[in-house]
């Protein structure tokens, strides 16, 4: 592959990826939010096929497979069985409106060009060049997932900054160890295996997921 069409191709992927990233904030549907997360674990595992490609890496392309299996099909379908016991299935009142969400949205982008910048000068190459996406995903991961109340989409936001830390780390690195991504994709099915347990809980005994409404509630 010639080096003009890997950049292309990256930056294809990257763009897409910010690009879904922004649209999580904008959304309030769950199951849109969980199709935008499934769309993530897709771009991330194209992600490391390509550097694969590039640097023609076999444990690359097992990351990519152990990526698209976890991060692109078994997460998402676990967040879809917790959305259908959970019952709730929009965020209605966000602490923070769409039109804002969407201005913090581009600021934080701003910002993790600007922080990134003395890295990519190091060594402006196209996959220093794309580290910027990476670390925009991860503020707006958390960004989101300080500014929803329903306990699904705070979980989103933490998997979208999970990604971001993925492709910050496949960008930077060249890709992590597969035992590495294994262990850390293995510990957030747990998570969400535990989420989903608790929101079928909150669910049948309270009525709902809000969490600012559950902390209203006293003995």
Sequence with gaps: MSTSV?????????????LSSVLMLWRRQL???IVLLTLQGVLLAAMATLLGTRDDGVE???????V???KGGVLPA???????????????????????SLLAAALLTLLAYAV????????????TQAVPVGIAMVLLGFFMLTTRRRALSQVVGFLL??????????????????????????????V???????TARLRSTFGDTDIDDLRQLRD
Excluded: H, K, W
């Design 6 to 18: 890997y950049a292309q191709l990256l930056y294809l992927v990257c763009g897409a990826l910010l």
């Design 31 to 33: 199951s849109a939010l």
């Design 60 to 66: 690359l392309y097992a990351i990519a497979a152990v």
């Design 68 to 70: 698209l299996v976890l």
């Design 78 to 100: 676990v967040l879809r069985r917790a959305l259908a016991d959970g019952g709730a299935a929009r965020e209605t009142q966000p602490l923070v409106n769409v039109p804002a």
């Design 116 to 127: 990134s910048r003395p890295l990519v000068e190091l060594d402006p190459t196209a996959t």
């Design 161 to 190: 900054l999970d990604n971001g830390i993925a492709a910050t780390a496949f960008l930077v690195t060249a890709g992590v160890p597969v035992i590495v991504e294994l262990a850390v994709s293995m510990d957030l099915l747990l």
């Design 192 to 198: 969400v295996l535990i989420l989903q347990v608790l």
